[in-house]
């Protein structure tokens, strides 16, 4: 059982250039979730899913935009990288969006902005 | 006010000795709270969930809230070399979505 999948799980762009992170899970979970982690800050919201088809701004969405392809795939994009924007990415998901969920997360793409 | 407040340690504690977490929230009417565990370089592991007022018992490891305090904690007993990593505390704000806050994190170092 492979959980939350995340790829790549390094990459390293150029300011400007744009890409995708990829995220999927195999426990048929309602909601998903992008965060982003740097060093004394802890993990912060990007953007979630509670179901699909609809996608909400968390904490820190500016620069990012997600796509909630079906219930298993939900994508973060970067349009335009910008050097604040390296981080660790994790992508997690949850049963449902319920108050007392738990989330279950994938290992993680470390992104670096040259 | 940070939402989720956690002392950022270093916590270090001697092998077999109780490890205590302590971790405040800023939203009263939070519902949910949790603890998770990550190793150096890897992804957040829950290891534990509490939504109840008091104690809740999983093994060596003890979540205990207090609602009126908006305080929760997390116990470690016995301590291994092998829990040493950050813990994060996680709380579901009562904002009617799914926002979760997460702690800086608090890391502990087990000294064999």
């Known amino acids: 059982n492979a959980g939350v999948t995340q790829t790549p799980k390094f990459q390293v762009l150029k300011t400007g250039q744009s890409m995708t992170l990829q995220c999927a899970q195999d426990m048929n979970h309602n909601s998903m979730y992008w965060y982003r982690q740097d060093p004394g800050m802890g993990l912060r919201l990007i953007y979630y899913s509670a179901s699909e088809g609809t996608t909400d701004k968390g904490e820190v969405p500016n620069g990012y935009n997600v796509s909630r392809l079906n219930k298993r795939e939900f994508s973060l994009r970067l349009e335009s990288a910008a050097p604040s924007q390296t981080s660790v990415y994790f992508c997690a998901s949850s049963e449902a969006g319920g108050s007392h969920q738990p989330q279950h997360f994938g290992d993680g793409t470390r992104l670096s902005i040259l | 006010q940070k939402e989720v407040e956690q002392n950022s340690g270093p916590l270090s504690v001697p092998e077999g000795a109780i490890a205590s977490l302590n971790c405040t929230y800023s939203?009263?009417?939070?519902?949910?709270f949790f603890w998770y565990r990550q190793y150096s370089g890897k992804s957040p592991e829950l290891i534990m969930s509490?939504?109840?007022?008091g104690d809740k018992e999983d093994g060596r490891f003890t979540a205990q809230l207090n609602k009126a305090s908006q305080y929760v904690s997390l116990l470690i007993r016995d301590s291994q070399p092998s829990d040493s990593a950050t813990y994060l505390c996680?709380?579901?704000?009562?904002?009617?979505?799914?926002?979760?806050?997460f702690g800086a994190g608090t890391r502990l170092f087990v000294k064999a």
């Open positions: 996680a709380v579901n704000l009562n904002t009617g979505g799914f926002k979760t806050i």
């Open positions: 939203d009263r009417g939070s519902q949910s």
């Open positions: 509490i939504y109840s007022n």
